[in-house]
C-alpha cells in the first residue's frame, strides 16, 4: 500500500546540496512540507527551501550539526513551531575523508570520530527524538541513507565505508527498537554525479565517474526509490541498493 505524504512533515538532513536536496524537492512534489537541513551548505538550502515554497508547499531552511544531540532537538522544536510534527525523517547527512583503502597508516582516530559522529550518530540522534514522537501520533517513516560501498568494501575511506555499516545495522536496530507503527528502512546508493565528488574524492576518478567509465547511478532514480520506500507501508527493516547493477558487476 502506498501512504498518502499529502500535507505531512518531513525532515531532510543534509538536504542544501545533491541526494538530500533531490529527496527534499521529489517529497515536496508529493504534497509534503519540508525541512531543508544544513550544516554548512546555507545558501544553497535556502535555495531548496525557496524552490519548495514556489512549488507550493512550505518548507524552511535550519541549520543543526546533526552529531550535537542539543542542536538535534533545537532544530526539532524549530521546525514543529514553523511547520508541525514530523511524520518523514530522512538522515542523509553524511561526510567522509578520502583515504585510499591501501593508506590505512594515514587513517586516524580523529578520522573515525569525525565520520562517525554523523554518519551513523548523527541519524541515531534524529532518529531517537522524531521516532518516538511518530509513534504517539499514529506513525510515521524514517529513510537512512547508506552506500554499496559496504557491500563491496570500497568507498572514499575505509572509516566511511564502516560508518556506512553501521546505518544499515543502525536501520535494522531501529526497526526493532521502534513500534511497528513507525518504518524505517534505508537505501544504499552507489556513485552519483553530485557535489560530493567534488568535494571528497580525486579529480581522475571524479572524471571517472562522469565520464561513464566508472559505474555511476542518476541522483534522481536514487531520490525516486528513497520516495517509494518512504511510502510503501509494507517495508520496513531492509536497505535496498541503489547502484544500477554496480554490486553484481564488480
Given at each position: 500500500?502506498?501512504?498518502?505524504?499529502?500535507?505531512?512533515?518531513?525532515?531532510?538532513?543534509?538536504?542544501?546540496?545533491?541526494?538530500?536536496?533531490?529527496?527534499?524537492?521529489?517529497?515536496?512534489?508529493?504534497?509534503?512540507?519540508?525541512?531543508?537541513?544544513?550544516?554548512?551548505?546555507?545558501?544553497?538550502?535556502?535555495e531548496?527551501a525557496?524552490?519548495?515554497?514556489?512549488?507550493?508547499?512550505?518548507?524552511?531552511?535550519?541549520?543543526?550539526?546533526?552529531?550535537?544531540?542539543?542542536?538535534?532537538?533545537?532544530?526539532?522544536?524549530?521546525?514543529?513551531?514553523?511547520?508541525?510534527s514530523?511524520?518523514?525523517?530522512?538522515?542523509?547527512?553524511?561526510?567522509?575523508?578520502?583515504?585510499?583503502?591501501?593508506?590505512?597508516h594515514?587513517?586516524?582516530?580523529?578520522?573515525?570520530?569525525?565520520?562517525?559522529?554523523?554518519?551513523?550518530?548523527?541519524?541515531?540522534?534524529?532518529?531517537?527524538?522524531?521516532?518516538?514522537?511518530?509513534?504517539?501520533?499514529?506513525?510515521?517513516?524514517?529513510?537512512?541513507?547508506?552506500?554499496?560501498?559496504?557491500?563491496?568494501?570500497?568507498?572514499?575511506s575505509?572509516?566511511?565505508?564502516?560508518?556506512?555499516?553501521?546505518?544499515?545495522?543502525?536501520?535494522?536496530?531501529?526497526?526493532?527498537?521502534?513500534p511497528?507503527?513507525?518504518?524505517?528502512?534505508?537505501?544504499?546508493?552507489?556513485?552519483?554525479?553530485?557535489?560530493?565528488?567534488?568535494?571528497?574524492?580525486?579529480?581522475?576518478?571524479?572524471?571517472?565517474?562522469?565520464?561513464?567509465?566508472?559505474?555511476?547511478?542518476?541522483?534522481?532514480?536514487?531520490?525516486?526509490?528513497?520516495?517509494?520506500?518512504?511510502?510503501?507501508?509494507?517495508?520496513?527493516?531492509?536497505?535496498?541498493?541503489?547502484?544500477?547493477?554496480?554490486?553484481?558487476?564488480?
Open positions: 500500500m502506498r501512504v498518502d505524504l499529502a500535507d505531512n512533515v518531513a525532515l531532510v538532513t543534509g538536504a542544501g546540496t545533491g541526494l538530500g536536496r533531490q529527496i527534499a524537492l521529489d517529497l515536496a512534489e508529493s504534497g509534503m512540507d519540508v525541512a531543508v537541513n544544513y550544516a554548512r551548505s546555507k545558501d544553497a538550502a535556502e531548496v525557496a524552490a519548495i515554497e514556489q512549488a507550493g508547499r512550505r518548507s524552511i531552511a535550519v541549520k543543526a550539526d546533526v552529531s550535537q544531540p542539543g542542536e538535534v532537538a533545537e532544530l526539532v522544536a524549530n521546525i514543529e513551531a514553523a511547520l508541525g514530523i511524520s518523514v525523517l530522512v538522515n542523509n547527512a553524511g561526510v567522509t575523508r578520502f583515504i585510499p583503502f591501501p593508506d590505512i594515514e587513517i586516524t582516530l580523529d578520522d573515525w570520530h569525525d565520520v562517525f559522529s554523523v554518519n551513523v550518530i548523527g541519524a541515531f540522534n534524529c532518529a531517537q527524538l522524531v521516532g518516538p514522537a511518530m509513534a504517539e501520533r499514529g506513525g510515521g517513516s524514517i529513510l537512512n541513507v547508506s552506500s554499496v560501498s559496504p557491500y563491496v568494501a570500497t568507498g572514499s575505509l572509516p566511511y565505508t564502516v560508518s556506512k555499516a553501521g546505518v544499515i545495522s543502525l536501520t535494522q536496530c531501529l526497526c526493532r527498537a521502534l511497528k507503527s513507525v518504518r524505517v528502512n534505508a537505501i544504499a546508493p552507489g556513485w552519483m554525479d553530485t557535489v560530493w565528488l567534488d568535494k571528497h574524492v580525486p579529480d581522475e576518478l571524479a572524471d571517472s565517474v562522469r565520464s561513464g567509465e566508472f559505474p555511476s547511478v542518476a541522483v534522481e532514480g536514487v531520490a525516486q526509490m528513497a520516495v517509494d520506500l518512504i511510502r510503501n507501508d509494507t517495508v520496513s527493516g531492509q536497505t535496498v541498493v541503489v547502484d544500477a547493477g554496480e554490486l553484481w558487476r564488480s
